[in-house]
Nanobody, 118 residues
Framework: QVQLVESGGGLVQAGGSLTLSCAAS????????IGWFRQAPGKEREFVAV????????YADSVKGRFTIPSRDNVKNTVYLLMNSLKPEDTAVYYC???????????WGQGTQVTVSS
């Protein structure tokens, strides 16, 4: 069993930056892909970014060039999401999720609110 806890959300002005953290407890963290998703009010949850166990990354087109997963810390069992040049449309609850490659995201955090004011 893996438990994920997000932190770092908050209120920021457009153009600002935030760094989200996803801390995991449980076994075999280094074997999991860790993804970031978000859900805005009235919208479906959408993919934001993912880092695989071998530190490969992939990003949604809407955040490419602005959001980055810089690394994963397999000692602290933490993955970060650096968010720059934030826009009001980035406002959402951000979730991290974990899963073994090829098996989907089995484990989800509770989410952290990010609000970008214009």
């Amino acid at each position: 069993q893996v438990q994920l806890v997000e932190s770092g959300g908050g209120l920021v002005q457009a153009g600002g930056s935030l760094t989200l953290s996803c801390a995991a407890s449980g076994r075999a963290f280094s074997s999991y892909s860790i993804g970031w998703f978000r859900q805005a009010p009235g919208k479906e949850r959408e993919f934001v970014a993912v880092m695989t166990p071998n530190t490969g990354t992939s990003y949604a087109d809407s955040v490419k060039g602005r959001f980055t997963i810089p690394s994963r810390d397999n000692v602290k069992n933490t993955v970060y999401l650096l968010m720059n040049s934030l826009k009001p449309e980035d406002t959402a609850v951000y979730y991290c999720a974990g899963g073994l490659p090829g098996r989907g995201f089995e484990y989800w955090g509770q989410g952290t609110q990010v609000t970008v004011s214009s």
